[in-house]
């Protein structure tokens, strides 16, 4: 049953990076908090402030990808009530 509704969720997406500008948002910072992690990850060795901050921003990824999910279980719900 879920896969038959990712489609529905990428096309919510797909209107909420056209439409929000608040949630584009939100998805370039998961873009860049991705990209700094990778770049950590990519490290041999991380000192313990590097590995604290991975943390840091491991967490704050998590939240925005949670806030993200919200918006499109919203909106998702939201269009299914007006079919």
């Known amino acids: 049953m879920a896969d038959a509704q990712l ?6 997406r797909a ?4 439409q929000d500008e608040t949630f ?5 910072e998961h ?4 990209e700094q992690i990778r770049h950590l990850s990519a490290l041999s060795y991380l000192s ?19 806030r993200i999910e919200s918006i499109v279980r919203t909106r998702h719900a939201g269009s299914l009530m007006r079919s």
């Open 31 to 34: 873009h860049k908090l991705d």
């Open 48 to 66: 313990d402030r590097q590995q604290y901050e991975e943390t840091a921003l491991k967490k704050r990824k998590l939240a925005l990808k949670d």
């Open 24 to 28: 584009r948002q939100l998805v370039s």
């Open 15 to 18: 209107a909420l990076l056209q």
């Open 7 to 12: 489609p529905l969720d990428d096309n919510v």
